[in-house]
């Protein structure tokens, strides 16, 4: 078992920062790629970042510039640097994690989510 875990979240003015992080725990062999989510009331879940094993990256385009993804593939754990917030940056942020298990499955796991407000 697998367990994916945010932290981070919280409520900062436009144009203040946060950083969030995510930890992943359990039965894992590697981690390939890693990536932030966000969702809305009445909207579907959309990619905000995802980084690759070797650290490629790619971004929605409303947040290109202002947001960076990472991760230390020693801690299992990725990160969301959020710069210059704009209110509609407002969501839950849920990570992810495509996982290979020590039993060799792979599977992709999702974290709870962390709330992130963004004050105009």
């Known amino acids: 078992q697998v367990q994916l875990v945010e932290s981070g979240g919280g409520l900062v003015q436009a144009g203040g920062s946060l950083r969030l992080s995510c930890a992943a725990s359990?039965?894992?062999?590697?981690?390939?790629?890693m990536g932030w989510y966000r969702q809305t009331p009445g909207k579907q879940r959309e990619l905000v970042a995802r980084i690759t094993s070797g650290s490629s990256t790619n971004y929605a385009d409303s947040v290109k510039g202002r947001f960076t993804i990472s991760r230390d593939n020693a801690k299992n754990t990725v990160y969301l640097q959020m710069n210059s917030l704009k209110p509609e940056d407002t969501a839950v942020y849920y990570c992810n994690a495509d996982v290979l298990t020590v039993a060799r499955s792979r599977t992709t796991y999702w974290g709870p989510g962390t709330q992130v407000t963004a004050s105009s």
């Open positions: 359990g039965s894992i062999l590697m981690i390939n790629d």
